[in-house]
């Protein structure tokens, strides 16, 4: 839908984002499983003026060259060199392209089961089988060092970036100093900046060699920054952390990733179960985690011939319906709570582990989705969200997200209604509070 913003910016104090330091990318982040990555955008010319076209018009307080100047004073506080800046800031102007793609907002998203059959395409399988063969000694010793499963490293590598072929052909310095001088998060943007100006100072890539998405993630498996700064690793001992080119540093970086987020070596990520009939939809909560026992004993099936792993302390779950109550249903382990801080998606983190089960010819899924209950757009979203609050069920920000506050607002609907209240937004929900 076309729109048009004039913003202004006042000049932010450069900070580290901490709360952000442990994402690999923004949640939702557009993978190789997309259909059109946003990687893929036109670059725009280099203008005269911070102006796109009649779409969108920025008009911050500053120029982009006193932006620069400032910023410059900070980083080299910080620690960097002159020579590195300067080199790495070389012909640097913004990249209109990249705001485009920040203030973009998608009207429809695609329903799981389409992303997930995009995700699993045979191709894809074939090619991840492929690799593990190839690539079977290196694994094992990323597998020794770190404890990660290799099909799961191989299953993140084809969704991040199809295996390498999809990394991304921005310049991250030009895209982050972009997104640093006009953007939503503009603290958050000066921090990964800064951590790409400290990852070419350590020697581990050359700037114009720094390629990316255009929100800033890097290499084979998609890193940003500050997350390269703390988990990238130099597998094969040449002396340079090279997630580009070199794809047993992006697998080890990966895997060092996961370990840090609790990843348990031979644990499944979940199970695919079947829930009792009259069962209380309201459990399938992210925030609410039970033993596996004490799923099984509110009437939970797994399917036949399931065998857990042995282990001293029982396993612990969460129960997701990805599609709500008619669709398909599954208990998620501390492994699939991995995956999310990689990208906070459950339908990525329903892809990830899927592709990883494939690779052995498993990952096949029983429960029918509701097909006939597509996804709402945005704008239904947005207003879905305004009559919850405005009928007294606190959705939070009507910013066409559905977090757990949204979520929460819809139980409390649909348990008004008397409705299975599992949380999830569809068509009937909001013409029932239209209606109302």
């Known amino acids: 839908m076309p729109f048009c913003l004039t913003l202004r910016w006042p000049l932010r104090r450069l900070f580290a984002a901490t709360s952000f330091i442990l994402l690999v990318a923004c949640a939702e982040k557009p993978t190789a499983a997309d259909a059109e990555p946003l990687q893929t955008l036109p670059a725009a010319p280099v ?26 004073g900070s980083a080299l506080g910080a620690g960097i060199t002159p020579a590195v800046f300067d080199s790495a800031f070389a012909g640097i102007t913004p990249d209109m392209s990249v705001i485009k793609a920040d203030r973009s907002q998608p009207e ?47 299953a993140v590598w084809g969704m991040e970036s199809n295996f390498g072929q999809f990394q991304g052909d921005k310049s991250v310095i030009r895209s ?33 060699e720094m390629l990316g998405s255009w929100a800033g993630a890097m290499g084979q498996t998609q890193f940003i920054p500050t997350t390269y700064n703390t988990y990238a690793v130099d597998f094969d001992g040449d002396g340079r952390r090279d997630i580009w080119n070199d794809s047993a540093d992006a697998l080890a970086s ?94 990525y983190g329903l892809a990830v582990s899927l592709l990883s089960q494939r690779f052995n010819g498993a990952g096949l899924i029983s429960g029918e989705w509701p097909k006939d209950d597509l996804p709402l757009s945005r704008s239904e979203r947005i207003e879905l969200q305004t009559q919850l609050s405005a009928k007294g069920y606190d959705a939070g920000n009507a910013d066409g997200i559905i977090g757990a506050n949204t979520r929460k607002a819809i139980r409390g609907a649909q348990q008004k209604l008397g409705w299975p209240a599992d949380g999830y937004p569809n068509h009937k929900l909001l013409d029932s509070l239209r209606n109302r």
Do not use: C
């Not at 090619?127 to 099909?151: C, F, P």
């Not at 982050?176 to 890539?205: K, N, S, V």
């Open 108 to 154: 429809f998203t695609r329903p799981v089961w389409e992303y997930l059959d995009g995700a699993l395409s045979p191709v894809r399988v074939r090619k991840g089988q492929a690799l593990l063969a190839q690539n079977s000694a290196l694994l094992s010793s990323i597998e020794q060092r770190y404890g990660v499963d290799r099909e799961a490293l191989v």
């Open 254 to 347: 990966t895997a060092n990733y996961l370990q840090s987020s609790g990843w348990q070596r031979g644990q499944p990520w979940g199970l695919e179960v079947v829930l009792p009939t009259a069962f209380d939809y309201a459990q399938a909560d992210g925030t609410i985690r039970k033993t596996v026992s004490e799923w099984l004993q509110m009437g939970i099936r797994l399917p036949a011939g399931t065998v857990l792993p042995n282990g001293s302390a029982p396993l612990s779950a969460a129960l997701l319906l990805p599609a709500g109550y008619r669709g398909p249903a599954f208990l998620v382990l501390d492994n699939f709570r991995a995956i999310l801080k990689y990208n906070n998606s459950s339908s």
């Open 176 to 208: 982050l100093a972009t997104l640093a001088y006009e953007g939503r998060r503009p603290a958050f943007a000066q921090a990964q900046l800064l951590a790409a100006l400290q990852i070419i100072q350590h020697g581990d890539i050359q700037p114009g």
């Open 47 to 72: 203008p005269s003026l911070p102006q796109v076209n009649d779409d969108l018009t920025i008009q911050p307080a500053q120029s982009f060259g006193e932006w620069i100047a400032t910023f410059r």
